[in-house]
């Protein structure tokens, strides 16, 4: 099985604070449904300026993924 990290992210995305997000509520729900099961985390789509990034708690600490290179990262 592939990794969701590994997969292509080929959604519409807007830039906030000069991180990549998915345009729509819609994608990004999509892709927390998928980071949830590889990660066994409860993941949400979260709202972050107009743009909505993938929110969860891993291993205890908030971890939030924007997009990059149509990948999907963490952001600090």
Not at 10 to 27: R, W, Y
Not at 30 to 40: D, I, M, Q, Y
């Amino acid at each position: 099985m592939t990794s969701v990290f590994s997969m292509s992210v080929f959604e519409a995305t807007i830039t906030v604070d000069d991180n990549d997000f998915f345009k729509g509520q819609g994608a990004a729900s999509l892709w927390a449904e998928r980071v949830s099961k590889e990660t066994g985390n409860k993941i949400a789509a979260k709202k972050i300026g107009n743009g909505w990034a993938l929110s969860g708690q891993v291993d205890g600490l908030e971890v939030i993924w924007g997009i990059y290179g149509q990948r999907l990262r963490r952001v600090e």
